[in-house]
T-cell receptor, first 117, second 112 residues
Framework: NAGVTQTPKFQVLKTGQSMTLQCAQDMNHNSMYWYRQDPGMGLRLIYYSASEGTTDKGEVPNGYNVSRLNKREFSLRLESAAPSQTSVYFC????????????????FGDGTRLSIL | KNQVEQSPQSLIILEGKNCTLQCNYTVSPFSNLRWYKQDTGRGPVSLTIMTFSENTKSNGRYTATLDADTKQSSLHITASQLSDSASYICVVGGGSNYKLTFGKGTLLTVNP
């Protein structure tokens, strides 16, 4: 059981280049998330998708777009990369469960380490 | 502004010893409090989730406590092992699974 799979694991971009970070989960979860983790800061939510066909902005959405391709896949796109977007990006998923959304753990992938020069 | 503060920032202990990590939060509304373990180079892994009505929850050698009145939580690790070396992140949920406030983490190093 792979859980949450992120590709690529590492990437170096030049300022202004674009790229898409891929995420797939095999746990049949409805909800998926994209976070960024920067040194000295807690994880911050970029975008989330409550269910297939819906996406919403999180705390730091500027400079990013997302696509919920199907129930399994949720991609994050940087249209014109900037050095401030150098970070580790984590995708996560969760199930609503019988207790409602708020009591379910989020399952994280191992991240994409992105450097923008 | 919702905030989660963790202490200490870092901690070094010897293998076999116990330790306690602290988390104070100012999050409203409050729904649940989570502890995650993050190994270097990996994604966070859930250890415990506690709701308002729960004041303790265990997962093996990990025991989390919650005092919703004082808005404090602790994570106690018993008989530490080298594999416990990681960052431990306190996360507070408010209202829905989408509204999570993450602490910066406590970096625990267990030495032989």
């Amino acid at each position: 059981n792979a859980g949450v799979t992120q590709t690529p694991k590492f990437q170096v971009l030049k300022t202004g280049q674009s790229m898409t970070l891929q995420c797939a989960q095999d746990m049949n979860h409805n909800s998926m998330y994209w976070y960024r983790q920067d040194p000295g800061m807690g994880l911050r939510l970029i975008y989330y998708s409550a269910s297939e066909g819906t996406t919403d902005k999180g705390e730091v959405p500027n400079g990013y777009n997302v696509s919920r391709l199907n129930k399994r896949e949720f991609s994050l796109r940087l249209e014109s990369a900037a050095p401030s977007q150098t970070s580790v990006y984590f995708c996560a998923s969760s199930s609503p469960g019988t207790g409602g959304y708020s009591n379910q753990p989020q399952h994280f992938g191992d991240g994409t380490r992105l450097s923008i020069l | 502004k919702n905030q989660v503060e963790q202490s200490p920032q870092s901690l070094i202990i010897l293998e076999g010893k116990n330790c306690t990590l602290q988390c104070n939060y100012t999050v409203s509304p409050f729904s649940n409090l989570r502890w995650y373990k993050q190994d270097t180079g990996r994604g966070p892994v859930s250890l415990t989730i506690m709701t308002f009505s729960e004041n303790t929850k265990s997962n093996g050698r990990y025991t989390a406590t919650l005092d919703a009145d004082t808005k404090q939580s602790s994570l106690h690790i018993t008989a530490s092992q080298l594999s416990d070396s990681a960052s431990y992140i306190c996360v507070v949920g408010g209202g829905s699974n989408y509204k999570l406030t993450f602490g910066k983490g406590t970096l625990l190093t267990v030495n032989p």
